[in-house]
């Protein structure tokens, strides 16, 4: 598909330029005489198709011409490009492209403010690319031969369907019909949709804004670097195109950006440039025996306390090690972690802030979340992409990253059902219109929940606490249970911290290894690190999973699997990476080990004898004796379920609550209405939620 390019001659009378076209062509021969002399001999020399133009320096050189560059780009652009080829380079420049950059901040427009006024102008958006299109070759020039007297004519192409030449230009001949097309000059183009930054549209629908990109601006590398997921600014001439309705040419316009320059905002795994100061200064860390100690204290510094979240954050950050065995199935290498806890304990502002400090990372919250956002959906776009196209969903967008995903338990159901594939295989499979494709996801994903009852119960069981199916919840490396328990010690270290971060001291909650220079470590670590398992960590490994799996029943709050013995492989592998070490040793192990020990901790269950430790409750609103009448209590309307269905007699309920010993049941009964454990559909009945 062909933009509808406007062809404008800088001469013709309705040319609103201010210049002439022999004055345009002057002066940009002499600023490239000036400035860019050596670019174009080194561009020409190299077969380069494009030379990057700082915009402020032709500001700089002339004032004048910046402006009509802004207000008549087209134009002058072409006028530049007639320019380069009477700079004295010794070579043919013909075919280099222009590309500017650095435009004044004036010049950056939002998506959604993009008026009729804006057309035909240079204009600068940012924005992430929502859909892209395949590269495919475009018509820019056809040759037709005249059947009747073989002459030939070259017919620039600037419709969005071929078209031909009225009549044959040879003044002998005349013919009007049976025109061939007997060559054709052909450039690679490609359609992409860009859609505004979530953090600049205050609730509304984000704006989006197709864009034509073409030549060099579909070369592989630019290819990644506009592919679905990547934030980019783009430079550009923003144009019309007539709507199309059954047939018709509307009267309402489209508009689409032709693209004249692309850089990404967002820094790519491969885009991070790592001197060799950078290296010497990576390893100087590594080999730091307080190297862990630094990281937690870089994740979140402005949070006071969570030590085990905190480390837990950053063995995920780094990552294990993917494997792919001799059967072909591959284990996964990336590290999930679920934050279970109640409210006003920082989950949402940890997840945020571990979002940034990885290339690609993502922050989505629960309730705005669906399927296809998380995964990838197929849409119709007939306008600009020609047919069904593969639209990324947040997994997709962050492979090789990581995805903070907030109010987990508010992601409905049926959307959770996409992330059993997405969690342990790591791809999305996806079959609809005529597209079958399967989508990497090799995605960490750092969710964050709020318990059911409003405040976390370590005596009851994860799965009953928050609305998340079990086989999701199994997948989860480490689970925290972040409790608010009031502390009067504690409590005042967290008032100070807080004073101090917002207030007084400012300074102390930057974090010790910089952000930039972080996502620098660990991209070295994921690149250069690949640890082995030792027999002396694996041994160590090994035994804790056996003695874990021994020790856990079914009253255990938090069930123990298979999974978790992997898991405690990939936090050791992680652990490994941080210090840049081959082998895995007994300490990353032992590190594995005592974090899966705090989050089972965490949920109430006690590792050294296998017993749930509700003592460990203490100071919370709900004694341990209250909640074991509440046990009693779900498990007599459980019971009466059976015989009445969901809606249960409360007088059934009390009767059978004091032969089972309960001997406040009225109490108990209104406790657990008070707090939303049940509800009255009707009076006299009770419905457990």
Sequence with gaps: MVANFRKIKINSKDNLSTMAKEDLVEKFSEFFDEYYKNELITAANEGKRSVNIDFSMIDKFDVELADELLENPEETIIAAEEAIRQVDTGLTAAHIRLRFFNLPETKETRIRTLRAEHIGKFIVVEGLVKRASEVRPEVEEAIFECPQCGNRMTIVQTERMMHGPLRCDNESCGNTKGFKIVGQKLFDARWIVLEEPFEITTGERPSDLPVYLKEDLTDPRMQNKTDPGNRIKIVGVLKELPRRIKGTRSRQMEIYLEANHVEAVETEWEELEITSEDEQKILEYANDPEIYQKLMSSVAPALYGLQDEKEAI???????????????????????????????????????????????????????????????????????????????????????????????????????????????????????????????????????????????????????????????????????????????????????????????????????????????????????????????????????????????????????????????????????????????????????????????????????????????????????????????????????????????????ILKNAHVQGIDDAENILRKMLNEGMLYQPRLGFVNKL
């Design 314 to 652: 950053a063995l995920q950050l780094f990552g294990g090690e993917q494997k792919i065995l001799k059967d072909n199935s591959r284990i996964r290498g990336d590290i999930h972690i679920l934050l279970v806890g109640d409210p006003s304990t920082a989950k949402s502002q940890l997840m945020k802030v571990t979002s940034m400090l990885i290339p690609r990372g993502r922050y989505v919250s629960g309730k705005g979340v669906t399927q296809a956002g998380l995964t990838a959906s197929v849409v119709r776009d007939e306008e600009f992409m020609g047919g069904w196209v593969l639209e990324a969903g947040a997994l997709v967008l962050a492979n090789r990253s990581l995805l903070a995903i907030d109010e987990f338990e508010k992601v409905d159901k049926s959307d959770v059902v996409a992330l059993h594939e997405a969690m342990e295989q790591q791809s999305i499979s996806i079959a609809k219109a005529n597209i079958v494709a399967t989508l990497p996801a090799r995605t960490a994903i750092l969710a964050g929940g709020n318990p059911k009852y409003g405040r976390f119960d370590p005596y009851m069981p994860i799965k009953e606490q928050i609305d998340v199916p079990e086989t999701i919840l199994a997948r989860f490396d480490l689970k925290f249970a972040m409790r608010d328990i009031p502390n009067v010690e504690r409590d005042e270290k967290i008032a100070e911290h807080i004073l101090r971060s917002r207030f007084f001291a400012m300074e102390e909650t930057q974090p010790i290894i910089p952000t930039d220079f972080l996502k620098k470590y660990i991209a070295y670590s994921r690149k250069n690190c690949h640890p082995q398992m030792s027999q002396e960590a694996a041994k160590e490994v090994k035994a804790f999973y056996l003695e874990l799996r021994e020790r856990s029943g079914e009253d255990s709050p938090i069930s123990i699997t298979p999974r978790q013995y992997e898991a405690l492989m990939r936090l050791a592998e992680a652990s490994a990476k941080i210090q840049l070490r081959p082998i895995v040793s007994k300490d990353d192990a032992l590190r594995s080990i005592n974090l899966m020990k705090a989050s089972l901790r965490q949920f109430g269950f006690e590792p050294e004898t296998g017993k749930i430790d509700i003592d460990r409750a203490e100071g919370a609103r709900v004694t341990s004796v209250q909640r074991n009448k509440i046990r009693m209590m779900i498990d007599v309307i459980s019971e009466l379920e059976k015989a009445h269905g969901k809606e249960v007699p409360m007088d059934d």
